[in-house]
């Protein structure tokens, strides 16, 4: 039963502007939100209407839910949160999982931890939606350093798994640990996964790349690998720097692309509402 104040407090809600890029835009508590109002607000972000049909809501209510649900960092809004991400997350929205929703656990902070874990250990949920836990524990981490063993600890635990695991998965968890916690600890572990040949180096390289950016190696020893799986030598010969410089300014391309699709997004949407209040 929905709470007599949620159609309120929702009509304020869509009239707010976008919500990318700054999540603190609107304190939802002193706009009248509550606990009480958590299943209505996860039924909010679960409604199939605001991912797949833009023309048939106004403003941003679902994203909006979400923040909600944040801020009001009980175990019940965090369960709501990660439901979202369980069935949203391989879609589209993608982007809004991966750039926004770490903001929101980092605000949470480590009482997210175990509901995180939880979500990071799920084999039945695909790969973009455990990988959101590894998105979602760093902020935390960072905002809680006393935090960053625990954090450290769940993902070695996840890759020690490393045979069950999908090599992306492991490709995913071993970037973290290098890259971002600097996790030196967590060596033994990484180099079983790679001697199994069960992590995918898309993501950080091979085993040589690990202990170089570790520091347990100054520098390669061999020639770095073709990830990818290509023989540029034999398919482009000399061509294969100019290869590079291509590749490097395609993928700055499509950074500006992506950039500029999620304005155009914004503006569609923006425009749509105009049009539907004249």
Not at 87 to 102: I, L, V, Y
Request: glycine residues 4%.
């Amino acid at each position: 039963m929905t709470h007599p104040a949620y159609p309120a407090i929702l009509e304020q809600i869509v009239k707010f502007e976008d919500p990318y890029d700054d999540i603190t835009k609107h304190d939802l508590l002193a706009l009248g939100v509550t606990t009480e109002m958590i299943p209505d607000l996860i039924g909010t972000i679960l409604d199939d209407k605001y991912y797949e049909d833009y023309d048939s809501y106004e403003g941003f209510p679902h994203l909006y839910a979400y923040i909600a649900l944040g801020q009001l960092k009980t175990p019940a809004a965090i369960d709501g949160l990660i439901l979202g991400v369980k069935k949203w997350a391989h879609t589209d929205w993608f982007e809004w999982f991966c750039e926004e929703m770490p903001d929101i656990f980092g605000a949470i902070g480590p009482v997210a931890i175990p509901q995180l874990i939880e979500l990071l250990q799920d084999k039945s949920l695909t790969f973009d939606a455990r990988s959101c836990a590894l998105h979602y524990l760093l902020p935390i981490s960072v905002a809680h350093p006393e935090e960053r063993d625990r954090c450290v600890a769940a993902l070695v635990s996840e890759l020690e798994k490393f045979d069950d695991n999908d090599p992306e998965l492991n490709g995913y968890i071993v970037m973290y640990l290098v890259a971002d916690y600097k996790a030196i600890e967590a060596v033994p572990i990484i180099e079983a996964a790679y001697a199994a040949e069960r992590v995918d180096p898309a993501f950080i390289g091979d085993w040589e790349d690990v202990q170089v950016q570790f520091g347990l190696i100054p520098a390669r020893t061999t020639p770095r690998p073709n990830y990818l799986g290509i023989d540029r030598d034999r398919m482009f010969g000399k061509q294969a720097s100019l290869l590079d410089n291509y590749a490097n300014a395609a993928a700055k391309r499509s950074e500006n692309a992506t950039a500029k699709k999620k304005a155009k997004r914004k503006q569609e949407k923006k425009a749509r509402q105009k049009n539907r209040r004249k």
